[in-house]
C-alpha cells in the first residue's frame, strides 16, 4: 500500500539535525500508520524508521498484568470486547489486535508491557503515556529492563507526577503548559520536557523553557496535522509528537539535503542497509529515476563519494532522480563482484522497498567505481530488462560479451571456469585478487550477457594513471566489438588519491560524464 503515496522515509541518525540542533521524533502509539497502534508490530516499524520514542498506553488488567493499549476497553483494536481492567490476563493473550488495520497483522496480540521492554531495550526509548498502572510497580519494572532512563512519563492528572517524583525524584518526565505561567508552575515536579500545542508557542515561552533546561515538545496529533510539519522545523522545538514519523522525515531530508537516510531490512536474518540521497526539490508527486550507485571495496552506502558527487550534479543539470547507495557485504566481496552469487538479490529488495515508498521509473540507471563497476556491469548482463543505462567505473575485473574474464594484474583468461577452479593460479594476480580462485565463481565468472544486453548504453571511464587503464579499455572495445552502444572517458587518475588538489578536478569528471550520460539517455523520447 502506498499510504496515500506519502513518501517513506527513515532518519539518518537517532535524531535528526536541524539548523544546528537535533529534532527528536516521538511516534504516537507507535508507527499507527503502517502497523496497527500500540503493537509489537508499529514498535517495531518504529525502530526500522529510526525514530526516538515509541510512545505507548499502559493499562492492567483484572488480575494485574500491565498491557499496552490506549482505550480502556478492548473493542475498537481487539477481536475482544469490555474495558481491559475488567478481563483477566487469560482473555486478553487470546485476542487478535492486528487484523483491524490489515490481514497481514492478523494474529498480532495486545501486547504485555514486560516482554515489550525486553524485545525493544536497546532499540528505541520508551513515552510512558500511564493510564492505569500500579506506579510503584511500574517504575520498578522500567529500572528493571534498563529503561529508567532512556525513557519519559506522563499523566493526566498532578497527582500521578508528585507520586512518581516520590518514587523517583529524577527519572524523566514530561508536563504540558500553555504559557510561561504555567511553565514556572511545573517546575515544581522537575520535569525534563514540556509538551505544547503550536498556537501556544512564543519566542517568551520558548525562551523561558530552554534558560531552564526544559525540552520542548511539539504536539501535532490532530487530523491534518501533517501540514504544521514543516513549521515545527523551522520553530525551536526540540522534539515533535506525532502519527506520520515517516512524512516528517521526508521533510527533514529536505532541510537536509546533504544527508542521507538510511534503510534497513531484514535479509537471510542479517540486518541489510542502503542510503537514499533525496532530490532539493523533491516532490512526491513526482516519477523519480533510481540512481543506483555502488562504492568501492570496504567503503559503505553512506559516504561513497561517487553517490554525494551525482545527488549534487543531478540536482544542478535537473536529472529527476533519487540516487540509492546500497551497503554491499565485506566480508564477501566475491557476492557483490559476481552479484548473482547473491547480492543481485539484496539490490531487488532495495528496489522493491523503494518502490513502495516512491513514484519511480520501472528501470534503473546504474553506476559504481572499482568493486560497484565489477557489480553493475554484471548486473546488467544478467538483469537487462531491469537497467536503462549503466556507468561502470574502474573495475578491478571485467567479463567480456564473449564470456572472457579481464583481470587487471593479469590480462585476459579465455577459460574463466578452467582459470578459477585451479587454486595454483592465485599466485599469478595480486592479493586482491585471489578470492575469486574458487569453484563458486569460476561457475559464473563468465557469464554471458542475457538477451537485451546490449540494447543498454554503457559509459565505461577509467583513469589513464590506474593499473586498471589497459583492462578497462580492452572492455570497452569488447562491447563495441559485440554490438554495445559506448562511451568511454579516461580521465587522469589513478586508482585513489581523489582528495588531492591535484586531481580533484579529474576525479569529478566521474560524476560529471556519469550525470550527463544519465540525463541524455533518459531525455530521450519514448522512456
Request: glycine share 8%; hydrophobic share 40%.
Amino acid at each position: 500500500m502506498r499510504l496515500g503515496r506519502i513518501i517513506c522515509l527513515l532518519a539518518v541518525l537517532s535524531a535528526t539535525l536541524v539548523h544546528g540542533r537535533e529534532l527528536e521524533i516521538v511516534a504516537h502509539r507507535g508507527a499507527n500508520h503502517l502497523a496497527p497502534e500500540n503493537t509489537f508490530a508499529a514498535a517495531q516499524k518504529c525502530v526500522e524508521l529510526r525514530v526516538d520514542y515509541v510512545e505507548i498506553d499502559v493499562r492492567t488488567s483484572k488480575d494485574g498484568v500491565m498491557y499496552i493499549l490506549h482505550d480502556k476497553t478492548l473493542d475498537r483494536t481487539t477481536n475482544g470486547t469490555g474495558e481491559i481492567s475488567a478481563r483477566s490476563s487469560d482473555y486478553i493473550d487470546t485476542l487478535d489486535a492486528g487484523s483491524w488495520f490489515g490481514s497481514e497483522f492478523s494474529g498480532e496480540k495486545v501486547p504485555r508491557l514486560k516482554p515489550f521492554l525486553e524485545a525493544f531495550k536497546g532499540k528505541i526509548k520508551i513515552y510512558f503515556d500511564v493510564k492505569g498502572a500500579d506506579l510503584a510497580k511500574l517504575v520498578e519494572l522500567v529500572r528493571e529492563t534498563g529503561f529508567d532512563r532512556n525513557c519519559f512519563f506522563w499523566f493526566s492528572n498532578d497527582a500521578q507526577a508528585v507520586a512518581l517524583r516520590k518514587l523517583d525524584p529524577d527519572i524523566p518526565l514530561k508536563m504540558n503548559a500553555v504559557d510561561v505561567d504555567g511553565l514556572k508552575r511545573v517546575l515544581a515536579y522537575n520535569p525534563q520536557i514540556i509538551e505544547y500545542r503550536l498556537e501556544n508557542l512564543t519566542p517568551e515561552f520558548a525562551a523561558f523553557a530552554h534558560q531552564n533546561n526544559l525540552k520542548l515538545m511539539a504536539h501535532t496529533l490532530e487530523d491534518g496535522a501533517e501540514k504544521n510539519y514543516q513549521a515545527i522545523i523551522d520553530s525551536p522545538a526540540d522534539m515533535v509528537n506525532l502519527d506520520r514519523a515517516r512524512l516528517m522525515f521526508e521533510l527533514l531530508a529536505k532541510t537536509n539535503p546533504g544527508k542521507p537516510i538510511r534503510r534497513t531490512f531484514k535479509m537471510g536474518g542479517v540486518e541489510r542497509e542502503y542510503f537514499v540521497r533525496l532530490s532539493r526539490t523533491f516532490d512526491p508527486a513526482k516519477t523519480y529515476w533510481p540512481l543506483v550507485s555502488v562504492h568501492g571495496g570496504g567503503g559503505n552506502g553512506r559516504n561513497h563519494f561517487l553517490s554525494i558527487a551525482i545527488r549534487e550534479k543531478a540536482d544542478r543539470l535537473g536529472l529527476n532522480t533519487i540516487v540509492v547507495s546500497p551497503s554491499f557485504s565485506n566480508s564477501d566481496f566475491e557476492a557483490s563482484r559476481f552479484p548473482v552469487l547473491g547480492e543481485d538479490l539484496f539490490l531487488k529488495k532495495v528496489l522493491e522497498q523503494l518502490r513502495e515508498d516512491y513514484l519511480l521509473h520501472s528501470k534503473i540507471l546504474l553506476t559504481g567505481y572499482s568493486r560497484g563497476g565489477q557489480f553493475s556491469h554484471r548486473f546488467t548482463f544478467s538483469d537487462p530488462d531491469l537497467v536503462k543505462a549503466v556507468a561502470p567505473f574502474s573495475a578491478g575485473t571485467w567479463t567480456t560479451p564473449d564470456g572472457k574474464l579481464l583481470i587487471h594484474t593479469y590480462g585476459e583468461v579465455k577459460d574463466p571456469q578452467k582459470f578459477l577452479a585451479q587454486a595454483e593460479n592465485a599466485s599469478l594476480v595480486s592479493d586482491s585478487f585471489k578470492g575469486p580462485f574458487s569453484l563458486r565463481v569460476a561457475n559464473v565468472a563468465g557469464n554471458r550477457p542475457k538477451p537485451g544486453a546490449s540494447q543498454v548504453p554503457f559509459l565505461v571511464m577509467c583513469g589513464s594513471l590506474d593499473e586498471r587503464f589497459e583492462t578497462s579499455k580492452a572492455f570497452a572495445l569488447s562491447l563495441i566489438e559485440a554490438g554495445f552502444a559506448v562511451e568511454a572517458g579516461w580521465p587522469g587518475t589513478a586508482h585513489g588519491g581523489r582528495t588531492k588538489e591535484a586531481v580533484k578536478a579529474e576525479f569529478e569528471k566521474y560524476s560529471s560524464r556519469a550525470v550527463d550520460f544519465f540525463h541524455r539517455i533518459t531525455s530521450q523520447e519514448g522512456i
